[in-house]
């Protein structure tokens, strides 16, 4: 019997380690406010995860195509384009390829809110915000290893 139990404890132990592993994703984080993107990046690249980052909308879609992120955190009030005109460019070109969208933004609204998730956003994150509301939303997308945004 205690061979048993052994074995059940082993098989219980990896399977809490593997659901701890957490793959290293790539996320790009896109707002004009330079302290703002210098603090997200920091604290997703102390999870672990590669960051990009760009200060205007005109840039978000030509880092999208080169560096392929599982993730973009979009600043709703960006100059050059829009973060609502950034997430419809990219659910057009992409589809269901796109990555995760979450609009980090003041705009802070019901209405913010509705015009996000029509625009192709898939969370709306009000500033100011705790980073594990931020991690929180990210964390599953790691975890079912997806190579892709939710498309929807």
């Known amino acids: 019997m205690a061979p048993m139990k052994e074995n059940e404890s082993l098989q219980s132990a990896a399977a809490e380690g593997a659901a701890r592993t957490r793959r290293r994703l ?11 993107v210098t603090t997200l990046a920091a604290i997703l690249q102390d999870e672990g995860h590669e960051v990009r980052e760009v200060y205007r909308g005109t840039e978000v879609l030509r880092m999208v195509r080169d560096f392929d992120p599982d993730v973009a955190l979009i600043d709703i009030g960006m100059p050059g384009m829009s973060g609502y005109e950034v997430a419809r460019e990219l659910r057009q070109e992409f589809g269901k390829l796109r990555p995760l969208l979450i ?39 790691a975890e079912d290893n997806k190579t892709s945004g939710s498309g929807g």
Do not use: C, M, N, Y
């Not at 790539?26 to 703002?36: K, T």
């Not at 980090?104 to 915000?129: E, N, Y």
């Not at 705790?130 to 991690?135: G, I, N, V, Y």
């Open 26 to 36: 790539r996320i790009l984080v896109a707002d004009d406010e330079r302290d703002q």
């Open 103 to 141: 609009a980090v933004t003041g705009w802070k609204q019901s209405s913010d809110r509705i015009l996000a998730k029509l625009a192709g956003f898939d969370h709306h994150v009000a500033k100011p915000f705790e980073s594990k509301t931020l991690l929180d939303l990210i964390a599953p997308f």
